[in-house]
């Protein structure tokens, strides 16, 4: 039987018009604005009449750290929000948009796979309904107030050595991480040093993803810190009167997306945020407003637990007032291997023993979801390439940390392939085990919150930095910052700074090489190691093979 591609089956969908899904949650046409047949947006008005309503339940879906075999985080999240209206529940799946940068590099696209995906799937993965750009537009309209503001004579007395606000562009580009803008001459400005950052990295998404509504977003637009004076008092964009602008070009970008499943159940994609360099969640407003209009909203947080789901759990839940029933940690047994030694050509045969030392991964992905008081699942996204031993094995493993391990094959059956799982979910949400607390308290300092992740969270001896970066974290607190979370910018792939170290490192020791302030956002962004703001392109990347065809169909791109 021929093996369809994920861009193949999802052309094949039958799909409602917008309007028929919005009809699901009980959203009039009037508090939809369609673009085109097949996605939406939903109205500020909607979402404003929703807000007080009470609140369905909330499933976080993670997973163990991610390798080049593959875990299907995404995939899982939306078979599992198929599978739940299967078994007669009401749900929403809630995850993030897709970001060019890895489209047209390695990773590919956002919108799950197989038989368990959103659509269109080629219009998500591409420029959508153009909130990315409307961030990127937005965020480099502040840029370009700062250095006019600069060249007509400096009001608010920026040091320009001390300029913090980069530029971003939603493309992968190391040409352009660091670059000095205003060469040419007195016309053209002061020379600095600068440089760019993905839009993913972008305040302005992370803005755009925690704001809860249009006096919200502009509120904390202003209050993003875009440079210092020399006596490094902080600038904001409120002190150059960029923030009105800027709310305006993003006043379409925060009403949330709807589209549908290959199963016509309603999907929210909205807000893009990467885990490893940002939050890694989608817009607080898509998951509150979903939770509004659902009995069960399936939500995801980016790449490992470590990252995504801590961020999630510390930050998101943090500020937006809400907590998980339950969560759900994908696993595949491809991934576990390995982690545990196995080459990626050799993951097709049985290898118990590698799978029990890779198994080190995902426990302690289960412990620390525990710490969070959190009952836990185990989705075992299943290849064909599995053996029963293979899974039995790793049900023993899991039964012995007290978990379940479920095996879904929602990416070949869709929903159906992932009833079990979504009946484990349930009795778990519903059984009322979930006792939500936070990692660390608000008024724990800012040095304190990053050693308590690095120990507790990725089994290191502790964090390390450099005498100014602590000075640095020193001065926040006394500008009254201290009681802001922290969003770690670490590599995806280990629980150390270093990406080889699969598995589960324990006393190691984390580098941190840089911290930056998102006042805006609302938190402190800590640089480990050699992670990137503005990620490459690969020797080959994926827009090489991205091409139309004689019918003007896209290939390559998933």
């Known amino acids: 039987m021929e093996m369809l591609s994920d861009i193949e089956i999802a052309r094949q969908a039958t799909k409602r018009p917008i309007f028929d899904i919005a009809a699901r949650l009980d959203l009039s046409p009037e508090e939809v604005l369609p673009y085109g047949h097949d996605k939406a947006k939903i109205t500020h008005e909607a979402v404003a009449a929703r807000a007080d309503r009470p609140k369905g339940r909330l499933i976080l879906v993670t997973a163990i750290n991610p390798t080049p075999a593959g875990e299907g985080k995404t995939t899982t999240t939306v078979g599992l929000g198929d599978a739940l209206n299967r078994i007669g529940k009401k749900a929403v799946v809630c995850i993030r948009e897709a970001s060019l940068g890895p489209n047209f590099g390695m990773k590919g696209g956002a919108a799950g796979g197989g038989h368990a995906q959103v659509v269109p799937m080629e219009d998500i993965n591409l420029h959508f309904t153009g909130d990315f750009h409307a961030i990127t537009s937005a965020h480099n309209l502040l840029s370009a107030m700062i250095d006019n503001h600069i060249y007509w004579g ?4 920026f040091d320009t050595r001390r300029v913090t606000w980069r530029r971003v562009l939603d493309m992968n580009d190391r040409a352009l991480r660091n670059i000095v803008v205003s060469l040419g001459g007195a016309a053209n400005g002061y020379p600095r040093e600068s440089g760019f950052d993905i839009t993913v990295a972008s305040e302005v998404m992370a803005i755009l993803c925690l704001a809860t509504d249009m006096d919200d977003l502009q509120t904390r ?50 807000g893009g945020p990467f885990a490893n360099i940002a939050h890694g969640c989608n817009s607080v407003i898509a998951t509150r407003t979903a939770m509004t209009m659902a009995d069960y909203v399936v939500t995801e947080a980016g790449f490992g637990a470590d990252l995504g789901a801590e961020k ?21 047994i491809r991934a576990l291997k390995m982690n545990g030694g196995v080459a990626k050509a050799d993951l097709g045969q049985e290898d118990v023993a590698a799978l029990t030392r890779g198994s080190v991964n995902l426990e302690r992905h289960v412990q620390n979801m525990r710490r969070y008081g959190l009952p836990v699942v185990v989705a075992v996204n299943h290849f064909h390439s599995d053996t029963d031993a ?62 308590t992740i690095v120990q507790q969270i990725y089994g290191a001896d502790r964090a390390d930095a450099p005498a100014s970066v602590r000075a640095q974290l020193a001065r926040w607190e006394e500008e009254g910052y201290g009681d ?35 006042a805006g956002a609302g938190f402190v962004v800590v640089i480990c190691g050699d992670i990137m ?15 139309l065809n004689a019918a003007g169909q896209i290939e390559g791109l998933f």
């Open 154 to 157: 400096n009001r608010a007395g």
């Open 312 to 332: 999630f759990l510390d930050i998101k839940c943090r500020k937006a007032g809400i907590a998980p029933d339950a969560v759900v940690i994908v696993a595949t």
């Open 390 to 451: 293979e899974v039995q094995a790793l049900r023993d493993i899991c039964a012995k940390i007290g978990v379940d391990a479920v095996v879904a094959r929602h990416w070949a059956e869709g929903g159906a392939g992932a009833e079990e799982l979504a009946r484990v979910v349930v009795g778990l949400a519903e059984g009322g085990q979930a006792d939500f607390r936070m990692l660390y308290p608000d008024a724990m300092p800012l040095w304190d919150k990053i050693q």
């Open 221 to 270: 637009l202003g209050r993003i810190v875009v440079g210092y004076t020399v006596e490094r008092t902080p600038i904001t964009a409120a002190d150059i009167d960029a923030h009105g602008a800027m709310t305006v070009l993003l006043r379409d970008a925060l009403q949330p997306n709807l589209v549908q499943t290959l199963e016509n159940n309603p999907a929210l994609v909205h």
């Open 533 to 547: 703001t503005m990620p490459g392109l690969p020797r080959h990347p994926a827009a090489e093979s991205i091409r």
């Open 484 to 518: 802001l979370p922290v969003c770690m910018a670490k590599t995806q792939y280990s629980f150390s700074a270093d990406p080889t170290q699969l598995g589960a490192p324990s006393g190691h020791v984390l580098p941190v090489r840089e911290v930056r302030l998102s």
